[in-house]
């Protein structure tokens, strides 16, 4: 009940394409959803997150959809760019648990060809 | 603001040695973590601090692994003693009104 499940686990697209990232999760008491993007020797950095109160946030190139019904969201990269070619790992917690620790998914690989 | 500390960025031991990591949080911030994360994996949450005490450790294997935050600042993590197992890349961080932070890792290898 804690897993986050995330798909694909690698991607390969076009420079200019849509590259999308899609999660699961099980636990209903998850009310934050972070996506954190990693690059090689790096730690995850925080790209965009989002509440269950709104059903879509954008943030430039990075936009986060988010189904409460089905229990899914997804990352959407707009237009993407060589530069964007990083390990995209979305996350989940409770804060109404007032833990605030992040249930990470398995993480996507995306490679942008230029 | 200054980001998430860590030291060392790398270390390779032997098993059964001992191996400790430091963290320095960003200012102010109450709430530390340490995750760890195996090579192909998300990370994976060992420790939580809410300034020097312990929030959540239920994921923390306690026969070989402490941490401690002293004075609500720094923390350090242990391992002792490590196993094949334990290489992953340990990461540090800390959170004030939920966005976590991290810092670049300690990338850690058992030989």
């Known amino acids: 009940q804690q897993q986050v499940k995330q798909s694909p686990q690698s991607l390969i697209v076009q420079k200019g394409g849509i590259s999308i990232i899609n999660c699961a999760y099980e636990?209903?008491?998850?009310?934050?959803f972070p996506w954190y993007q990693q690059f090689p020797g790096k730690g995850p950095a925080l790209l965009i997150a989002i509440r269950p109160d709104v059903s879509e946030k954008k943030e430039g190139r990075f936009t986060i959809s988010f189904n409460k019904s089905a229990k899914q969201f997804s990352l959407h990269i707009m237009d993407s760019q060589p530069g964007d070619s990083a390990t995209y790992f979305c996350?989940?917690?409770?804060?109404?648990?007032?833990?605030?620790?992040?249930?990470f998914g398995q993480g996507t690989t995306l490679q942008v060809k230029p | 603001e200054a980001g998430v500390a860590q030291s060392p960025r790398y270390k390779i031991i032997e098993k059964r040695q001992s191996v400790a990591f430091w963290c320095n949080p960003i200012?102010?911030?109450?709430?530390l973590y340490w995750y760890q994360q195996i090579l192909g994996q998300g990370p994976k949450l060992l420790i939580q601090f809410q300034n020097n005490g312990v929030v959540d450790d239920s994921q923390l294997p306690k026969d070989r692994f402490s941490a401690e935050r002293l004075k609500g600042v720094d923390s350090t993590l242990k391992i002792q003693p490590a196993k094949l197992e334990d290489s992953a890349v340990y990461l540090c961080?800390?959170?004030?009104?939920?966005?976590?932070?991290f810092g670049p890792g300690t990338r850690l290898t058992v030989l």
């Open positions: 200012s102010g911030h109450a709430t």
């Open positions: 996350a989940a917690s409770s804060f109404g648990g007032n833990t605030g620790k992040l249930i």
């Open positions: 636990n209903t008491a998850f009310d934050y």
């Open positions: 961080a800390s959170s004030l009104g939920g966005r976590s932070l």
